[in-house]
């Protein structure tokens, strides 16, 4: 009777943990799924972050270019001024 009590504790247990590391597994599957859509979103939002970087750099660029458009429309009328005979 006690060898049979053991075999069946033994079975029991045996069972209790294969079902704990079947859910374990799960959960790390699910959990992988997760990151790995996390992982996605990471990608496309830097995508994004380089794309406004460009834009970004492209905005100032302009900008400079206008500022400098600007001196020189100042200093060609400070010259007109200057060298205008009236």
Not at 45 to 74: C, G, P, Y
Request: no cysteine; net charge negative.
């Amino acid at each position: 009777m006690e060898n049979i009590a053991l075999v069946l504790m033994f079975f029991f247990t045996s069972w209790m943990v294969w079902m704990g590391f079947n859910i374990s597994f799960k959960k790390q599957e699910e959990t992988n799924i997760h990151l790995g859509f996390i992982r996605e979103q990471q990608d496309e939002t830097n995508e994004n972050l380089s794309a406004i970087s460009k834009q970004i750099d492209t905005l100032i660029k302009v900008q400079t270019d206008l500022l400098d458009l600007l001196r020189m429309e100042d200093v060609a009328t400070e010259i007109e001024r200057n060298t205008d005979p009236h």
